[in-house]
């Protein structure tokens, strides 16, 4: 009996995790590439451009960051978007407007490079409005295809 | 009768996730890709080939000996609920293994098999060691060293911490037998040494176990719950002026103690200043405690600051918007950011609310 009383609450664990939305690996896309700090940066915005978007900012966010392992200046997150897909949101959906412009956030770990972004897929659970998934789908697209431009650059 | 009574309800929802799960899986050819896969969804942690970085090192001949496929497959699918390691639940079974089987090459290791046999043991004797022997280690309530799958920031020095033992992904993946092998053998490479050459006897590993095992049955997960959220944004009206509601933010955000880095049309540097929407303002804003607090956290936080206020005007309405910081635990899975994003959540809507009220 207290075996099966266990196993039961293995199985229902189980079945917690995988039934708990909040945990999906997809609402974060995170890769590494094998270039270092300063050579990923330039990589990265070269990548984002090759996909028509404009970068706007690479904003130092590393203040103190020694204090958590790192060295100062290894972390930058990048701004990129394109005006009109800005004022095409701004006019439909203007709730979307504090996660843009677009943003990846690069920071060096030793002698590689870690990028971050939110998938902007995972905005999709707030604004149901499939005129607003298309463009959602597309900058994921784009946006995996720019990290792994810059994932695959230090193979 | 009582099989049916504990098993059959979870049974049968597992079965027809996995069946759900596995619907559009059947895909015939040579197989996953393994190293790809490895590449795509876990060497941003893990490192290239499991050297280790902000996750675990995995490429650890001691570690791959002590672990069964199972532990590490279900690690995969079910991750470290709240520390930072995800649920990949979208992978398919095939190529968890193909993930599996490709770690499992890159340190020489005997390929362990532990059986589910539940061990027995007196769990409230195994608390009392626990407190002796583990808890300084792996916490009171086996809830882990800071570090490791908690901060996305731990230390680089340190190569391993001690897991989180209460965590449910680790209770559902780890056999009661492979947690013992750990106890009675330890791990080379790590402080985590034999309890045997400490002077405890099976018995006592046994006790050990079943203190470990009991965590689901008591834990209080309500603490440390990730709490989603329903809005992805704070949005106020304001009752006054684009420049009234400008100047009203930047004195409502010093009054909170935080410095304004800048201000700027939400379009600058993406068009012609001359294009800009003189509409659509973003000011930027931080300081310094609270931000090193945040980046200490988990780094990854860096998406969401500096913070940021966007205003829009339209049609003579005012809108001040800011993300909702509620969101960064789920988003990235570290519970440790649930007062991070309270703290935060409440700054920002006093903020908001004396700038635009």
Redo the contacts between chains.
Sequence with gaps: ?K??????????????????????????L???S?LAYPDAQPRLEEAIREQGY????A?R?????V????SPGN?R?I?Y???EE??KV?EQH????????L?I?L?G??D?S?????SPL??KK?FHDPELDILLNRWNQDLQTIMETV?DAGR | M??NR??FI??L??VL?AVVACAGSTKKGDGPDGERLF???C???H??RGKG??GVPLALHDFLESVDDDYLK?TI???R??RVM?????LKDDEIQAIVDTIRTWAWASKPKFSNV?VEGNARRGGELFAKFCAECHGSDGEGGAGTGLSF?????LPILAPALNN??F??AASDQMIKRTLMRGRNSTPMTSFLDKGLTEKDIDDLVAYI?SY??RRDVEATR???VS???I?RESAHSLEQTLQRLRHAIGGRGYSVVREQY??????QPD?E?HG?RVIYFTS?KS??DA??RD??I??F??N?I?V?E?DSKI?V???NPKQLP????NTALNETGERMYQDYVAILDEAAL
């Design positions: 009996m075996r099966l009383r266990i196993i039961s609450g293995c199985l229902l664990i189980l079945l917690y995790l995988l039934c708990s939305a909040s945990v999906l690996a997809s609402d974060l995170m890769v590494r094998l404009q970068v706007s900012e904003e966010v590393d203040i103190d960051l204090v958590s392992g790192f972390y997150a701004s978007g394109k005006p800005i004022n701004a203007p709730e979307l407007l504090p996660f843009l412009p943003q956030v920071f770990e030793r590689t870690l990028l971050v972004a939110i995972y905005f707030f994932r | 009582s099989f504990y098993l979870p049974l929802a597992i996730l590449a795509l969804n060497s941003a942690c490192g290239d970085g902000v279900l699918r079910t991750g609920y709240g995800p649920a990949f639940w979208q539940p920031s731990r230390p680089r020095d449910p992904g209770l559902a095992r689901p049955l990730l709490q989603p809005e992805a944004v949005i939400l379009e600058q540097g993406l068009t294009d929407q659509l310094l931000l090193s980046m200490d780094s990854r860096g998406l600051l500096p940021r966007t829009r339209h809108m918007m800011m993300p789920a988003l990235f899975n």
